[in-house]
């Protein structure tokens, strides 16, 4: 059973068992794949290439990755897709980065521990899979929570899968983004 992070002399450490160690690298996983540029950089434009301009001037058509790569200017078609072209190369890339970090420090033997850099890219990892599982489920709002949790409960839905599970799954990021927040936070403790 997972115990959530804590700042310790050595770093940043949290214990989990093999099935949360699993269905964590599953989900960062999923949402790497998600994030796969289809959009890359211009294929006719060297500069382009070589700066990472890319394609893409349209908002994802998947809820899910809209919510990753949201527009940059709501009342602005033509600016959100001008800096669309000019970030979300980037932006996908930085983020399939910090997913690929916590992934690989998953794998690590032992407790879980973590420089602070690590667990800033954990921190943003975990909010972008909490952002696609959202999305999945239709929960937008605090309210959403609720109904969901209501809705499950008639549907009785706890099987893999179900929404009660995969409301467990994201509460269960919940807490542990938490407690990393919380650890980041803390000093050093006393003597190190």
Same mark, same amino acid.
């Given at each position: ?29 999923? !949402? ?9 950089? @211009? ?10 301009? @890319?394609? #893409?001037? +349209? ?20 600016? #959100? ?16 980065? @910090? ?10 033997? @032992? ?12 921190? !943003? ?13 239709? *929960?937008? !709002?605090? +309210?959403?929570? +609720? ?32 407690? *990393? !927040? +919380? #650890? *980041? ?8």
């Amino acid at each position: 059973m997972a115990k959530g992070f804590r700042r310790t002399r050595r770093g940043i450490r949290a214990r989990l068992d093999d099935n949360e160690r699993g269905l964590l690298a599953h989900l960062l996983v999923e !949402v790497h794949e998600l994030l796969d540029d289809d959009a890359g950089p @211009g294929d006719d434009d060297p500069l382009a290439q070589l700066v990472g301009i @890319g394609t #893409a001037v +349209e908002p994802p058509s998947d809820p899910a990755l809209a919510r990753l790569l949201p527009d940059a200017h709501r009342d602005d078609p033509e600016a #959100a897709a001008e800096f669309r072209r000019y970030t979300e190369s980037g932006l996908r890339e930085r983020k399939r980065a @910090g997913l690929e970090v916590a992934r690989r420090t998953l794998g690590r033997d @032992g407790a879980l521990l973590l420089d602070d850099d690590e667990a800033r890219a954990w921190v !943003v990892a975990l909010t972008d899979v909490r952002l696609v599982l959202a999305s999945r489920m239709g *929960l937008e !709002v605090d +309210e959403d929570h +609720e109904r969901l949790e209501a809705l499950a409960d008639e549907q009785d839905s706890d099987e893999p899968g179900g929404l009660g599970f995969l409301l467990a799954v994201y509460d269960f990021l919940t807490w542990l983004q938490e407690t *990393l !927040v +919380e #650890a *980041l936070l803390e000093p050093l403790p006393d003597g190190s």
